[in-house]
């Protein structure tokens, strides 16, 4: 059996490239072991999703799961449908 199947563009380094270029805009309420807050950049989420072994790709893939329900972007398109009505 082909493995490769498992992953959207052949490895799941290449499907976390592509979902932090495409679909992560940012976080909040990040932390590192010592409690400091990490700021949201394309680099840290590629540091802490390909560089952390499998709890990086746990992560991923709950961030994955969580970009595809629907409930997870109404509050923003509603703000956007405000904003136009305004304009």
Known sequence: ED???EFLLGSI???????????????DGLVDDDGNAVPYSKENAMEILTQQGEA?????RELFA??????????ALGEQAGE????
């Open 66 to 75: 969580s970009s595809l329900d629907s409930k997870n972007f109404v509050k």
């Open 13 to 27: 380094e290449n499907d976390i490239q592509f979902f932090v270029d495409n679909v992560l805009v940012s976080w």
């Open 84 to 87: 136009d009505a305004k304009n």
């Open 3 to 5: 493995m490769d199947n």
């Open 56 to 60: 990086g790709h746990q992560l991923y």
